[in-house]
């Protein structure tokens, strides 16, 4: 190296390192983290503490009234909700790195639950697809696009348990697999904090938020301890494992302690039990809720039991902030417990690059329509989260049609496609289902349109036309469901009945004669049974975002082949709720216990799907007929495609232990493998068994249990037997 150059060289170093000596430690980089957080937080008064477990709610997210507003939107603040405006963002930023004593950034949230502008299905239909991979590359992809409009953090992925339909949040569920929701939320996480324009995730809502009782939000919910750890903790403990950076309390009162002020779990099990490093920011407004569900006496108190439960940054209610300086001064919270909380903000911060980097530059992402990329993947992800749940022949739509009937109130519909938790999608980026039609029908394949009525509420004056429409048809797509808001947060239904009068346009519709499709547009499952045995096909669209349209079409017209497979059980009636795959065993089998007017089984089962092909499996081998702790025991089954088209079918692994200390579930999904087949050929599916990790099971305290004993293993119409040797 030449001298000069050597000589500049350690001359720039020799800077650097007096320079860097004379800042102070927390705002070194090559600092240890924990160096840092230790040195700002020696450096902070008590006000500038309590800011930062502040994140102002902004209910209208209009940049005016959030600049204008600096008096409540103090520069101090530890977090704001935004999203949309990088200017904002920024504006916000600027005030707090340049306009404060210690130039603490604050961190940037919000929603991006199933898209950010690219609108993907929503989670109970992501589940559908079976593709962990694929989810996770949706959720990169909207972190891209959320962090070019400035958001460091989102809400997301939402892992609580869904299993009761009526519950308007199963829509933003990964549905009632806990072993599928662990898959998922793993996969979610990796996706949104991956890579150089990751953003923070969040496990949410912890903990038990999907038992809320009989589907109604907010309500209480009663989870006998063991199966909160056999159902509801699972996926948090997976996303907790993959790295997640946060966790949102929840709502519910959890066995009358509420989650947002629930020591034991946490603190006990979040914390101690699985080593969680990150912050908990409690729900909007959960602090201030345990006055009305009875917990604490005023809003002091409320303040004291959540802090000291362990939830660290307070959404919106501002409870902190007026109250933690007077619960330190009269000794109800040690300052110490505020120090900790400030802390696990403060290191999110520091791990996330805030500190050297607090703002957002715009890029070509800031503020942009879906790019083609996203798009791409968006109507990819809604073609595998569809759901074929019956066909008698008609589908794929053939030559024989020439005439299509479009028929129902969803089949223009852009909002309704786009779920309840669209963040920046826009309805009119849409493909309606009508778009997707025309964007792909043949040509000289006329499509003509009736509403026939409502989505709710109206008369019956659109039903003769759409009868008219059908009589001079080929065949019918019938297209009903539910708005976008009929489902979401706020939004539980006493019936899982089709809305209004659809159910009665579906019956006349049908008598029409023509062969009907029926697409159920919907952020849940929905009754059927009276319609269905009327219907030729049956197609579950969920809401399956921006690209929605053009993936019905597809799949109608057969330019895709069906592979989504449920992910939650689709139940009869609004009666047998809760009714779900891994039930424990009845007392008594057939008709003893079953409902003595209704089939019990459910309309469809958890898993089920049906392609434009078939497939066919051979028996399950096993390498071994017994295993031991400490050993694996490798299952194996070969799956042939017999049809005439290629498909992707995906092998559900099931296990049963039908004799142990705790019953267990009838089935337990413990494995899943997506794989696309061609015509004609077979593929084998693995599945290791581990029985630490696939046959043993929690106790009340979440202590795993293995026992020997026989277990049934199913995958798809095959089992075997194998025993757990001592
Ligand atoms: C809502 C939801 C939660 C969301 C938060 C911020 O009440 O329960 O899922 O992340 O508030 O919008």
Known sequence: MQPMLLALILGFSAISTAMSAELPPYRRPDLPVDQRVADLLSRMTLEEKIDQLHQCGVGDANPNNLIQRADELRATYGSFMTAGDLALRNALQRRAVEQTRLGIPAIFGADVIHGYRTIFPIPLAQACAWDADLLRHACRSAAESARADGLDWTFAPMVDHGVDPRWG?????FG????A???????AVTGYQEGPQGIAACLKHYVGYGASEGGRDYSSTEIAPQRLWEMHLPPFEAGVRAGA???????????????????????????????????????????????????AADEADA??????AGVDLD????????????????????????DEAVSRILRVKFERGLFEQPFVAPSALTGAAPTPAQLDLAEEFAARAMV?????????LGPEVRRLALIGPLATDQAALLGSWAQQGRAAEVASIEAGLRERLPAGVSLRGAPGCPIEGGGREGFDAAVALARESDAVVLCLGESAGMSGENASRSTLRLPGLQEELALVVAAAGKPVVLLVVSGRPVELAAVEPKMAAILAVWQPGTRGGAAVADLLLGRRNPSGRLSVTWPRTSGQIPIYHNMRPRARTGKEGAYQDIDTSPLYEFGHGLSYTTFAYGPIRLARPTVKPGETLTAEVTVTNTGKRDG???????????AASITRPLKDLKHFESASIAAGASRGFRFEIDPARDLSFPDADGHRIIEPGEIILFAGPETARFNVGP
């Not at 949040?169 to 569920?173: F, G």
């Not at 509420?258 to 909007?284: C, I, K, M």
């Open 169 to 173: 949040r199963i829509a933003e569920t």
């Open 176 to 179: 009632e697999s806990p072993y």
């Open 181 to 187: 929701g662990s898959v998922f939320a793993a996969a």
């Open 245 to 295: 950076l946060t966790v949102m309390s929840a709502f519910n009162d959890l066995n009358g302690v509420p989650a947002s002020a629930n020591h034991y779990t946490l603190t006990e099990v979040l914390r101690q039990r699985w080593g969680f490093q990150g912050f908990v920011v409690s729900d909007w407004g959960a602090v201030q809720q345990l006055i009305q569900q009875g917990y």
């Open 303 to 308: 303040a004291q039991l959540a802090l000291l």
């Open 315 to 338: 959404m919106a209610d501002g409870l902190y902030r007026q109250h933690l300086a007077g619960l330190i001064a009269a000794g109800r919270v040690p300052l110490a417990a505020v």
């Open 388 to 396: 074929l749940l019956k066909n008698t022949g008609v589908l794929p």
């Open 648 to 658: 992707i079918e995906t092998v559900l692994w099931f296990i049963r232990d039908p």
